[in-house]
C-alpha cells in the first residue's frame, strides 16, 4: 500500500534522507543516553512522514522511538498503527504495539498485536518473546477470573 499515492522521486529521496538522519541521531542518544538525541530522530522521522505520507517505515521508527525511548505510549500506538494501516502484512509494528500495550495496562490489544505478529511469521529472539508474553498474558487473564 506504500506506493499508492503517487509521491515524486525528489520528495521519496529526500524523505530517506531524513529518515536515515533520524535513525542517525538515535543511534547517538544509545550511545549517549540523550534524550535530545531521540528527540531530534522524532523530528527528523516527522519530516520525512510529511515528504512521504505514505512511508511506513518512519511511522514505525517514530512510533518505536516515542515509545520505547520518550516514554510518549499514546503517540507511539498510533504512530504504529499508521505504519500497519500502510502495511498490514509487515509483523515487527504489531510486535511493538503489542509490547506497548503489555506494559502500558491494556492486555486485550496486546494479546491481538502479538498473535497477529506471530500469524505473520515473526521470527528469531522476537518471536520468543512474543510468545512468552503471550503466555504470560494468558495465565494473568486465568488468574484474574
Known amino acids: 500500500m506504500q506506493g499508492t499515492i503517487a509521491v515524486p522521486f525528489w520528495r521519496r529521496a529526500l524523505a530517506q534522507w531524513w529518515y536515515l538522519w533520524g535513525l542517525s541521531l538515535c543511534h547517538a542518544g544509545h550511545r549517549t543516553v540523550d534524550r535530545s538525541y531521540y528527540e531530534g530522530g522524532v523530528r527528523s522521522f516527522q519530516r520525512a512522514i510529511r515528504l512521504w505520507p505514505t512511508f511506513a517505515r518512519a511511522y514505525y521508527r517514530s512510533g518505536l ?12 500506538v498510533i504512530e504504529l498503527g499508521r505504519a500497519i494501516t500502510l502495511q498490514p502484512e509487515w509483523p515487527e509494528p504489531y510486535l511493538q504495539r503489542g509490547l506497548f500495550h503489555r506494559f502500558n495496562g491494556n492486555p486485550a490489544a496486546a494479546i491481538n498485536d502479538l498473535q497477529r505478529y506471530l500469524e505473520l511469521g515473526g521470527d528469531g529472539y522476537w518471536r520468543g518473546e512474543a510468545e512468552r508474553q503471550l503466555a504470560q498474558l494468558h495465565r494473568e487473564a486465568a488468574e484474574s477470573e
Open 65 to 76: 522511538i516515542r515509545g520505547r525511548e520518550l516514554g510518549l505510549y499514546t503517540a507511539a
